[in-house]
Structure formats: structure tokens, C-alpha cells
């Protein structure tokens, strides 16, 4: 079975909504929301490799420094198992624009289980909705 290890951020807004993205259609999981992030590849630090997909999908610049680990998911799809450190992000640089198709919205916490999200994504959001009431 291929084993898959991607990074993800939560972005938390100064008014306190988290930003999630729409997987485009012709993608797996198409249709399903999620934290944004993506692969890590061969040789990058996981919170480098959460840097540059956020630059290359979202536009904005996250430094190393601003990230605080949460949680992470671990969870077996039907061909892969997916491994994937989540991220709290509250400062960063520039404007969360769709740069790859997908389509954004920012949720406040209580509404996140409105979303329909990858297995892998659903028991964060407990996790992360927690972390925010602290």
C-alpha cells in the first residue's frame, strides 16, 4: 500500500474562522473540504513543505517560526494510507486567494462539521474546535 505524508494548516482569521478548501473536481476526494496544505516531498521538512504549498496554493507567506503543531491524522483509504500533521497558523503574510481551482471559505469553528471533509480530516475537527475554546 503506498503511504502518503502530506502537511496541513489550520488558518485562523483575527475574527476567529478557519479557512478551508474545496478539492476541484478531477481530483481525489473532489468536492470535499479541507484544511489546506499538501505533499511533502523527499527531503523537506514537513513545516517547509507546509510554507511552499501555502505560497503555491493559497498565495500567502507563512514563516517556519509561525506555525504551532495541533494534531495530526492518520487514516487507511481503499489505496493509500495518509499521514498528516496539522498545523495552527494565526499570522502570515498577504491574502488567501484560490491560486488551483479549489474554492475557499472561511468557517467559524462551531460549523466545520457542516463541511463535508475526507475521513482523514474528521476527527480534527474536534481537536482543533477544542484548541480554539482553550
Request: proline share 7%.
Amino acid at each position: 500500500m503506498r503511504f502518503l505524508l502530506v502537511a496541513a494548516g489550520a488558518l485562523i482569521s483575527e475574527k476567529g474562522a478557519v479557512l478551508l478548501a474545496q478539492r476541484p473536481a478531477g481530483k481525489t476526494l473532489a468536492g470535499l473540504w479541507e484544511f489546506p496544505g499538501g505533499k511533502i516531498e523527499v527531503g523537506e521538512a514537513p513545516e517547509a513543505a507546509l510554507c511552499r504549498e501555502l505560497a503555491e496554493e493559497l498565495g500567502i507567506k507563512v514563516r517556519p517560526q509561525d506555525i504551532v503543531p495541533l494534531s495530526f491524522a492518520s487514516h487507511t483509504y481503499d489505496d493509500f494510507h495518509l499521514l498528516m500533521p496539522l498545523w495552527i497558523i494565526h499570522t502570515w503574510s498577504g491574502v488567501a486567494t484560490a491560486r488551483e481551482g479549489q474554492t475557499l471559505a472561511w468557517v467559524m469553528p462551531d460549523l466545520l462539521s457542516t463541511y463535508p471533509m475526507p475521513e482523514a480530516d474528521v476527527p480534527l475537527i474536534g481537536v482543533l474546535q477544542a484548541h480554539l475554546r482553550a
